[in-house]
């Protein structure tokens, strides 16, 4: 199989014009920014190619505008960020992008910076129009991908653009998040647990099908959990729950039987009325009818840290509760915190993905540590089912 081309630093970028494709989405409120952690990580290599002397056009999405101008979701709060940030001449392209755009950046001189708006304005973007590709590829001599999250679709600034241009490379982040699911799927250092949360285990099936192959537990967290106590005969109240899930389920443990991979569901739980409301630990035979499971209880945490204790690697997508509600956030930053503590004091492998696990643990006050954390979401999960992501396929 062939490999990915990743950006050298020996490679001669003076003077040359890199399309550079991040993903920027950042949540914003009123057009203030906030979370900066998107931005923050793509700062180093932006950094790096303006000292080598680079010029750089940066193309990034934000939200879902469908192919229509949205001044909700313009790019603007992300380039007063940057001009802040970025010591040098950083300039904003509101335009559209045809035949005469290239000579409209004429003015840019090396190691000075354009952002375009959101590329997502754009139909040829979101269609993977050809002649939309065509006509990006042409203000550039050199394409960069470091927007992993975004490689999962066939979009014009991810995809056919590589057709367009000589030179296409993949950035360092996008790297950096490669090698560390691979460290899972393919240079995995046992024992492996996977901790999956989120609500649907119908958008997650692929996934864990394809894990239970590969690592040694599997701990359900968060709504999903539900389900899994339903199958096994108990009543969880006005729990959010997805329909004819028993099918899944039966499925999930005939595989992990077959590989012999254990399978772990919440022991106990924090439970409200609701999801305003504070907890009380309640065990799964003993939950009222109009009751909602909202986090784990003390006993599900002690398990959950005794597997990783006995783990060298751990993957987690997913919070265990309605952290939205610090009431429900105890079991979401006791893992947190035990996976940080053995990732700096046993070498525990850990990788991190997805946008809620992410805001969960930067809504804490605490400083975790991981081997890697993941802003990408259905990039992420798509590659841990062991899809050929497009954005990738067309680097190699």
Not at 285 to 291: G, R, T
Request: charged share 25%; proline share 3%.
């Amino acid at each position: 199989m062939s490999k990915i081309k990743y950006f050298s630093e020996n490679l001669e970028v003076q003077n040359k014009t890199i399309i550079l494709r991040l993903d920027l989405n950042v949540p914003l409120n009123e057009k203030i920014i906030q979370d900066k952690s998107r931005i923050s990580i793509s700062l180093p290599f932006i950094k790096n190619l303006i000292k080598k002397k680079a010029k750089i056009i940066i193309v990034s999405h934000l939200g879902r505008p469908k192919g229509k101008r949205n001044n909700e979701l313009s790019l603007a709060p992300i380039y007063k960020f940057l001009k802040e940030q970025l010591e040098t001449n950083v300039y904003f392209f509101m335009g559209d992008i045809n035949d005469e755009t290239k000579s409209k950046f004429s003015y840019l001189k090396e190691g000075e910076v354009i952002l375009l708006e959101n590329i997502r304005f754009f139909d040829g973007e979101n269609n993977n129009d050809d002649n939309f590709a065509k006509k990006l590829a042409s203000l550039g001599d050199i394409y960069i991908n470091d927007a992993f999250s975004c490689s999962h679709r066939k979009q014009a600034s991810i995809h056919k653009i590589t057709k367009y241009i000589k030179e296409s490379y993949a950035g360092p982040l996008l790297k950096k998040e490669v090698v560390a699911i691979n460290a899972i799927i393919q240079n995995k250092k046992g024992p492996v647990t996977c901790i999956i949360g989120g609500s649907k285990i119908s958008t997650k099936i692929n996934v864990i099908t394809n894990l239970i192959k590969k690592v040694d537990n599997i701990i359900v967290v968060g709504a999903m959990a539900n389900n899994f106590l339903i199958f096994k005969g108990f009543i969880v109240g006005k729990s959010l729950v997805e329909k004819n899930s028993k099918e899944i389920i039966d499925k999930i443990y005939e595989e992990a039987k077959k590989y012999n991979c254990n399978i772990f569901i919440p022991n106990d739980c924090s439970v409200s009325s609701e999801f305003k409301g504070s907890g009380k630990i309640k065990e799964p035979d003993s939950i009222d009818k109009e009751e909602i499971i909202l986090d784990i209880g003390p006993k599900t945490i002690k398990k959950i840290g005794s597997i990783i204790d006995q783990s060298n690697t751990v993957l987690w997508n997913g919070p265990a509760g309605y952290f939205e509600n610090k009431n429900f956030s105890i079991g979401t930053l006791a893992i947190a915190k035990k996976i940080s503590e053995n990732t700096a004091g046993k070498s525990l492998i850990s990788i991190l993905g997805g946008g809620d696990t992410i805001s969960a643990i930067n809504k804490s006050e605490n400083k975790f540590v991981f081997t890697h954390l993941s802003t990408a979401g259905g990039a992420f999960l798509e590659f841990l089912e062991g899809k050929d992501l497009p954005g990738l396929n067309v680097l190699k």
